[in-house]
């Protein structure tokens, strides 16, 4: 990994005890000194990496899986959000069409 802050989160999520407890984002920054937006940033960058980064929908805070378990049900998560997200996708596009023909050039608005 060449995340230098993504490296500094993960190894404070390594220090979680994962019965227990879990570190918001508040919590990392105050531990870390990162922002909030770099902590954000950082998860992102370790779960695309592959790093099993957990997060409960519905609580706040984040630790490593704990197991094979939470590993798929994680991963069928982002499986679940990422087939929406190009649902919402083909969407937009399909509205815009409809909307917005393609042979007209939009006009800017007159101030």
Known sequence: MNDPDAGI???WLRTVDHQHMTYTRE???SRTGLPD???RAAIQSLRGAGYPVWSDPGHA???MAR???EVEELAARFERTGKQHLMTASRLRTRHRQTMPL???EQPPLL
Request: glycine share 6%; charged share 40%; net charge negative.
């Open 67 to 69: 197991d094979e378990l």
């Open 61 to 63: 805070g984040y630790r």
């Open 37 to 39: 937006r770099t902590i």
């Open 27 to 29: 919590q990392l920054a």
């Open 9 to 11: 989160v993960l190894e």
């Open 103 to 105: 042979d007209k050039p």
